[in-house]
């Protein structure tokens, strides 16, 4: 039961959170950027499942549902930063070339590394309780928190370096036709 359960919540999760990047950006293309690199920052909390010897449970579920909404906000504060940067380089006639956007993004992605530092290290430390706690309840609260956990060394990651190449593999595109 709980597994037929999942099958219908986890879609209809990712739906929502693609209805609400879409609405955010109101671009399918970079809703979809967001979305595709979810399934990329999951993979710290497989790992640690794996590691920890954990079956996926629902409460493994609910901490995955909850990694996807705090993997799209990585992606979403990112995307801003970088779209903020490519405007400031557009407003100064500097993006002209494949080597400008790249550029620009960098300069984008640099500014959220301690906010996203900052960001996963509170995260951490707030599940670390859930995580090693001991007691009534510590089993499930334990298969809840790691898949977050395990989540919060890649996630950052990914929307640190993945995120900002795929935007410049999109974007790069898009100026070359631009540009003769």
């Known amino acids: 039961r709980a597994t037929k359960r999942m099958k219908i919540v986890v879609p209809f999760t990712l739906a929502v959170i693609f209805l609400l990047l879409y609405l955010t950006f109101r671009s399918a293309a970079s809703a979809t950027l967001i979305m595709a690199t979810l399934p990329f920052a999951l993979v710290g909390g497989l790992w640690l499942i794996y590691l920890l010897g954990h079956h996926l449970s629902v409460a493994s579920g609910v901490g995955f549902i909850a990694l996807a909404g705090v993997s799209a906000e990585f992606g979403v504060i990112m995307l801003i ?100």
């Open 81 to 180: 930063y970088l779209d903020n940067a490519i405007r400031e380089h557009e407003a100064r006639g500097q993006m002209q070339t494949v080597a400008d956007l790249r550029e620009a993004l960098i300069e984008g992605a640099v500014l959220r590394v301690r906010p996203k530092a900052m960001t996963v290290a509170v995260i951490i430390a707030g599940l670390l309780p859930l995580f090693i706690g001991a007691g009534t309840g510590s089993e499930v609260m334990q298969r809840i928190a790691a898949p977050m956990v395990g989540g919060m060394i890649t996630a950052p990651l990914l929307s640190m370096i993945v995120l900002p190449a795929a935007y410049l593999l999109l974007r790069g595109r898009r100026l070359a036709r631009a540009v003769p």
